[in-house]
């Protein structure tokens, strides 16, 4: 059976967590009260079983901003009780005047590979996280951005095809930084015309060789585990940018609200395996073991 890599999972501590902790509102995955509560790296492990995920990738949860590091930090505990995660995506806060300082203490985590700062921005308000839609090319967040190559760092940049234009700006004024598109650029419905626009979105990133996209959250929208969907994605994914720039991501324990991690998972490995082997290899296991670099 291929080895897998999970390049975007999450863990959490529900005390930790504003959002999780507070009253339930309208978000992106739709209605939530299942996961609002302890997810903790047992029950992900659990999920794995009989599946040959090797290594994963942890990404940040949206703690409170000035807990940014206490995050990492116990991630990184976890990692060395247990042996998982295997790399880190921890969050840092680009609009800052200078972001530098909160780098200096992120890099002091061996495991940490990266950041992300989400600056999705949707005309339909449940969909919204950044502060407007323009955020992406904000002064203070491209500076900002742009500071990562000092730390060999990535950036996950979240976006929707409306705002991919400006993201292929920033992707292009950075070329020594890799970019990893969360959600393989967030398709929100199937409908002829925003499938269409979401393709030309991946055709403006296309282009820019430090640009890849994770496989994850392709329930999202539709709130299931859709294998024609996945498909959909997959195609146009390989056709737009190679499956050499793809990654697979469960996306768990969000994608847990709708369905189980071996069902996903097969929904992706089925839809991969339409373009061979070596486009299997590496959407489950190559792209991310080059990106993230997992211990």
Partial sequence: MQRVIDSHFHIWRRADLPWLSGPMVPRIFGPYEPIRRDY?????LSELEGLNVIKAVYVQTNWAREDFEKEVAWVSKTAEQTGWPHAIVGYADMSAEDV??????LKAYPLVRGVRMQLHWHEVPEYRFASGP???VDPTVRRNVGRLKEYGFSFDLQL???QMKAGAELVAENPQTDFILTHCGMLVDDRPETVAAWKDGLARLAPLPNLFAKLSGLGTFAHRNDPDLTTLIVDAAVTILGSERLMFGSNFPIEKLWSDYASVLSAHRAAAERHGAQAVADIMH?????VYRPA
Avoid: G
Avoid at 40 to 44: L, S, T
Avoid at 100 to 105: A, G, N, S
């Fill in 40 to 44: 903790p790296i047992d029950e992900y």
């Fill in 100 to 105: 530098r300082p909160q780098l200096d203490r």
């Fill in 134 to 136: 323009d955020q992406v």
């Fill in 160 to 162: 929707f095809p409306a």
């Fill in 286 to 290: 190559d792209t991310a073991e080059r």
